[in-house]
């Protein structure tokens, strides 16, 4: 005895294939794009994000060594990014690498303090503006390093040149973004 309903088939509604057809292209397409994102990570010290596409173009935000940024666009040397907080510019190039990078952004700070020895924990990053720091003035009298270098050394590390003469350089050599 049969039932009736041998040898047919469950008809979907039109409507409801639409509908599932529609929300798994929108999935797909989603995910799709996020798996294309592209995604580089900061490999200075510390970076500035920019409003434009040069070193004198406001900044909107700062990135350290090791943070993630995704890629918005290109042009040229230059990449526009999203960090994860939402903040939204243009970072030279040369300040980014697809790797992540091992290590943390002190790791060539404490691999200089062990190659000083111990006492070189008290050492500041301004200490270079103030002369040399205790370790070092240790190392320099140990060495023999002459009073007229050290003061070079002091005077080198006190220069400073401001962004719009660095800016100038660079467009009148045809160097770094200018590079053509």
Avoid: C, H
Wanted: hydrophobic residues 40%; glycine residues 12%.
């Amino acid at each position: 005895m049969s039932s009736g309903l041998e040898g047919e088939e469950a008809v979907i509604p039109p409507r409801v294939t639409r509908v599932v057809l529609i929300v798994l292209w929108i999935g797909l397409l989603a995910w799709s794009a996020e798996s294309w994102a592209e995604t580089v990570y900061v490999q200075a010290k510390t970076a500035q994000l920019r409003v434009g596409k040069t070193s004198l173009d406001a900044v909107v935000g700062n990135v350290k060594f090791g943070d993630a940024l995704e890629v918005v666009g290109r042009d040229g040397s230059w990449v526009e990014v999203k960090t994860s907080a939402g903040a939204r510019g243009w970072i030279f190039a040369n300040k980014t690498s697809s790797s992540k990078p091992s290590g943390t952004n002190d790791t060539l700070a404490k691999l200089g303090q062990s190659m000083r020895g111990s006492d070189a924990s008290a050492t500041t990053a301004s200490a270079g503006a103030r002369g040399l720091d205790k370790a070092s003035e240790g190392y320099a009298n140990r060495a023999g390093v002459s009073a007229r270098d050290r003061d070079a050394v002091d005077r080198m590390t006190a220069y400073q040149i401001p962004d719009q003469e660095v800016e100038e350089f660079l467009r009148e050599g045809g160097l770094g973004e200018y590079a053509k």
